[in-house]
C-alpha cells in the first residue's frame, strides 16, 4: 500500500509498513472514509458467465490478506456495499472473516459495473441511504476498472488498483472531494 500523511500535512509517499499507515484520521465525526476494494483474482479458466466467475486460490489468499490489512488499520467499518458478482461478494467474506466485528453487508446491483460513474452515484446516496446515514466508514467491493475511475474522480489522483487492492479515501460529504489516503495491495497478496 502507498501511504499518505494526514490530510492537510503535505505528507509525501513512502514504502509499506503496516504499522505506519495513517487511515484512522484525525478527526471529527464529520469525515467518512470510504476504503475501495477490488476483488481478488478471478478464475478465468472456470465455463460461467462473467457475473458468477469464482476466485482463484490466489484471489481467496488476496482477500483475506486485505482483511487482515483492514483488521489492523481501520478502527470500525460501518457498512460494505458489495458486487453481486461471485468474486466480489466472495472477496468481502472472506475479507470481513478477518475483521473483529460483524459488518452490516448491503449487495448492490448497480456495483456490479466497470464504470466509475455508477460507483460515484453509490457513493453519493451513501448521505440519503438508512443503513449508511450514520456511517463513518464504508468498503465498497467492486470491480476495474470503475473502482479506479472513481478514485480518480474523488481525488483527482489516478490509482491503479490491482486485484484485493484497497484504496483509503477521506472527505467531508459522500461523495464529494477527497484525499487519498493510502493505496495498492497489502503485503503478503502481491503475485
Excluded at 482463484?56 to 489492523?72: I, N, S
Excluded at 448492490?108 to 451513501?126: N, Q
Aim: glycine letters at 8%; charged letters at 25%; aromatic letters at 4%.
Amino acid at each position: 500500500m502507498s501511504p499518505r500523511g494526514a490530510p492537510g500535512h503535505g505528507a509525501t509517499r513512502r514504502s509499506f509498513m503496516p504499522s505506519s499507515i495513517p487511515c484512522r484520521h484525525n478527526g471529527a465525526m464529520s469525515h467518512r472514509t470510504l476504503i475501495v476494494m477490488r476483488h481478488g483474482k478471478s478464475d478465468w479458466s472456470v465455463p460461467v458467465d462473467d457475473r458468477h466467475r469464482p476466485l482463484k486460490k490466489r484471489g481467496r489468499r488476496q482477500a483475506a490478506e486485505a482483511g487482515r490489512w483492514l483488521a489492523a488499520n481501520t478502527p470500525t467499518i460501518d457498512l460494505a456495499v458489495v458486487s453481486p458478482a461471485v468474486r466480489a461478494a466472495d472477496a468481502w467474506r472472506l475479507a470481513a472473516a478477518e475483521l473483529p466485528d460483524t459488518v452490516p453487508e448491503r449487495v448492490e446491483e448497480r456495483a456490479y459495473t466497470f464504470d466509475g460513474a455508477d460507483l460515484l452515484e453509490i457513493v453519493r446516496g451513501l448521505a440519503s441511504a438508512p443503513e449508511a446515514r450514520d456511517a463513518n466508514t464504508v468498503v465498497l467491493v467492486g470491480h476495474s476498472p470503475a473502482c479506479d475511475e472513481l478514485v480518480a474522480h474523488l481525488t483527482g489522483e489516478p490509482v491503479t488498483m490491482k486485484t484485493s487492492g484497497l484504496a483509503v479515501v477521506v472527505m467531508q460529504q459522500w461523495g464529494g472531494p477527497a484525499e487519498l489516503t493510502a493505496h495498492g495491495r497489502p503485503p503478503g497478496s502481491e503475485d
